[in-house]
């Protein structure tokens, strides 16, 4: 899993709230909710991202498959329960939230496609970040090194690592096509955790970008 | 009369007596008071015997209600009375602990058809003047439910902060949410289900008929007869005890360790450490428990099944609760498996509820509720921490 951490220097909110620790990713996440809205986190680990939007004034939800994550969740007083992103969706009604969140956790579920369309059923909008398979450094290592990439950000071994449905940008792009999904926003980081250009072409974004966040919504 | 026979009704005068001037505070609800059972009765007058730990802040808004399981009482934080014994979650409730009375007023209420000093079958029938045994109306959880609320309107308590309890008490959390869903903040339903399982039920059955097997029981007429139906009592209670364990601490407890011998006896006196302890659980369980109210309190159990006055949708149940709910379970409970908190989470998922729930790894099984779990007291703690914040309370002093 990727853990970019933001520099104590940054100019966002959050930020200035003495969270100078606070992962780039999820302040980048946390951004693209309307303060006030109601959130499920899917995958929310310990809580973090879920703590983050709390502050910000957002009725937030998670859902954890690790049991000591769970338990850390509701010892923070936060609304988590124990469940995992490719079975327990289902349970959940249709529009139960406004965003529906999956934050480094796609290419950990067995069925991504089956996720991302319970994510806009129960939600009116989906928030998605992954690491970006395309990204020169694994381009590299792969056409070079002859290996599956190991890098700072995905430092397991491909017989360790929980990630089983790796993707790029331009991948993901599709999926979004292939399920009706709207694209609202997209941000792409580089290495060093900083958006990359706005105007930057697609191609750019998949070479360049370490990782992903995408807004998005059902298509009416 | 044998010195233990004298000891023993000395014991037995001593409870009966406990059924109807408890050592507790009592709240009476006379005629214009009526209590409507589901059974389609008013039982009238009736009291409520509780104690309470802690203050009432001026808001009124810091209560928390404790429910009691199926052989516990009022006596959650304080000495039994009975049996000189600290109270049954003195691990969970006091100062600084995570219902933290310092922060909390916290209530236990002996339950309806309970033998403490609340209203049961081995209180008086004002109608005969002798106990009301059989002649009891049989009760339900909600009928519980109903009484404790009337027992909050008495205190002046619009809305509690908290409802907490396990087992049978955590069916009562579920009845408090899903009835009166505007006075209650949090609720912490503990090792539960929103229905008694065919298995459950099966076990209370058992444990029903070792009762009625024993010839002191008389049809429930004991009280007026002079008899006690220890044995069959005792008999029930060793065989619930059971179910309130697992094999795995039954084992790291005893293993097939002999009780003070190192040879088998051959006969069927207690032989292994395991029976010894099982006897003893019995008895003990006879000197402050009424039997006729065993039979009443495990039906009201089995009757239980929160989805049937909902059309069969749980869901239904908790649809647009404001409640916040925390569900735990514990991954040894044989008798409220997980899965059965899991059906809870789902239905209140599909309501739309704000909920967490959290599975506490632990080998001691369904009466790991009551135990020394870390986990879950931190989890109950920072749940209660964080509900008190959205409800305005003052922080706890850590």
Redesign the interface.
């Known amino acids: 899993m990727m853990l970019l951490h933001a520099k104590h220097d940054l100019t966002m909110a959050d930020a200035a709230r003495g969270q100078g620790d606070t992962r780039l990713d999820h302040l980048l996440v946390a951004e693209m909710v309307e303060p006030g809205s109601r959130v499920l986190d899917v995958g929310c680990g310990d809580g973090e991202l879920l703590k983050l939007l709390e502050w910000r004034g957002v009725?937030g939800?998670g859902i954890e498959l690790s049991?000591e994550g769970?338990?850390e969740?509701?010892?923070?007083?936060?609304?988590?329960?124990?469940g995992d992103a490719d079975t327990d969706l289902i349970?959940?009604?249709d529009d139960?939230f406004d965003y529906v969140i999956l934050s480094q956790t796609l290419q950990a579920t067995r069925k991504p496609r089956v996720v991302l369309e319970h994510m806009l059923r129960i939600g009116r909008h989906a928030v998605v970040s992954f690491p970006n398979f395309g990204h020169w450094k694994i381009r590299l290592e792969i056409m070079f090194g002859g290996r599956m990439p190991v890098t700072d950000n995905l430092p397991d071994s491909w017989y360790e690592t929980p990630n089983i449905h790796f993707c790029t940008i331009k991948d993901f792009r599709q999926l979004c096509h292939l399920v009706g999904a709207k694209m609202e926003k997209a941000v792409a980081l580089n290495a060093w955790g900083s958006p990359l250009r706005l105007n930057a072409p697609w191609w750019f974004w998949n070479l360049f970008g370490e990782q992903a966040v995408f807004l998005l919504s059902r298509r009416p | 009369m044998s010195e233990t026979q004298l000891t023993a009704n000395r014991d037995l005068s001593d409870r009966v007596s406990e059924s109807e001037h408890p050592r507790s505070p009592v709240a009476q609800f006379g005629a214009d008071r009526p209590l409507r059972l589901d059974a389609g009765i008013e039982l009238s007058p009736f009291q409520i015997a509780y104690q309470t730990y802690g203050n009432l802040n001026k808001d009124r808004s810091n209560a928390v209600l404790i429910c009691h399981a199926l052989t516990g009482d009022q006596h959650a934080a304080n000495v039994h009375p009975l049996t000189g014994k600290p109270g049954w979650w003195e691990i969970m409730i006091g100062p600084g602990q995570p219902i933290d009375t310092d922060r909390y007023f916290v209530i236990c209420a002996n339950v309806l058809g309970g033998c403490m000093g609340t209203t049961g079958p081995a209180s008086i029938n004002p109608k005969t003047g002798t106990s009301w045994g059989l002649e009891f109306p049989v009760i339900t959880i909600r009928d519980m439910v109903r009484a404790q609320a009337m027992l909050i309107d008495h205190l002046g308590i619009d809305m509690l902060f908290a409802v907490a309890g396990g087992s049978m008490g955590g069916m009562q959390v579920l009845q408090w949410a899903a009835t009166y869903p505007d006075r209650v903040f949090a609720a912490l339903p503990v090792a539960c289900a929103t229905r008694h399982s065919a298995q459950n039920i099966a076990f209370h059955e058992v444990g029903r008929q070792a009762v009625m097997a024993d010839p002191e029981w008389r049809h429930g007429r004991y009280q007026v007869e002079g008899t006690n139906p220890r044995r069959g009592l005792a008999v029930a209670r060793m065989g619930a005890h059971i179910t309130y364990l697992s094999d795995a601490a039954l084992h790291r407890k005893f293993g097939r360790k002999f009780q003070d011998r190192t040879n088998p006896t051959f006969s069927f006196d207690a032989d292994f450490e395991v029976e010894s302890y099982l006897r003893h659980q019995g008895s003990s369980f006879v000197e402050r428990f009424d039997a006729n109210s065993y039979l009443y309190l495990t039906r009201a159990m089995d009757y239980f099944d929160l989805a049937s006055d909902y059309d069969g949708v749980l869901a239904s149940a908790f649809k647009g609760t404001k409640t916040?709910f925390?569900?735990t379970s514990f991954t040894s409970d044989w008798l409220f498996p997980t899965s059965e908190s899991r059906d809870i989470?789902?239905a209140l998922?599909?309501g739309?509820a704000?909920?967490?729930?959290?599975?506490?790894?632990t080998d001691k099984g369904h009466d790991a509720f009551l135990l020394d779990e870390p986990?879950f007291h931190?989890?109950v703690?920072?749940?209660l921490?964080?509900?008190g914040?959205a409800r305005g309370l003052a922080p706890s002093r850590d």
């Open positions: 009725d939800r049991r769970v338990n969740c509701v010892a923070k007083g936060l609304a988590v329960i124990q349970d959940y009604p139960a | 916040r925390c569900v989470v789902h998922n599909a739309g704000r909920v967490s729930f959290a599975e506490i790894v986990e931190a989890i703690r920072g749940f921490q964080s509900a914040a």
